[in-house]
């Protein structure tokens, strides 16, 4: 129970601290490109939610730490 704990902050705080990297870099590879050419269209749009599901995911570890510590003391 402990390792499962120790091991869901690890991943939330790490994930937190990236989640600005990651936006970073799909900026990067949405309007600036190695070629200079932007990104358009479907490509553009999905390109454009990923750091946003990379914050859903971040959301959902913390949720599962949650409702797993919850489920352990015998509250749910």
């Known amino acids: 129970m402990l390792g499962n704990l120790l091991a869901g902050f690890i991943v939330i705080v790490i ?29 553009g749009t999905i ?9 859903l995911g971040i959301m959902s ?5 949650t409702v797993g510590g919850l489920r352990n003391a015998g509250v749910m």
Do not use: C, H, K, W
Request: hydrophobic share 55%.
């Open 15 to 43: 994930g937190v601290n990236l989640i600005g990297t990651v936006a970073d870099q799909v900026y990067e590879a949405r309007y600036v490109g190695a070629s200079g050419a932007n990104v358009t269209g479907a490509a």
């Open 47 to 55: 390109l454009g939610l990923t750091p946003m599901f990379f914050a």
């Open 61 to 65: 570890a913390g949720v599962a730490l």
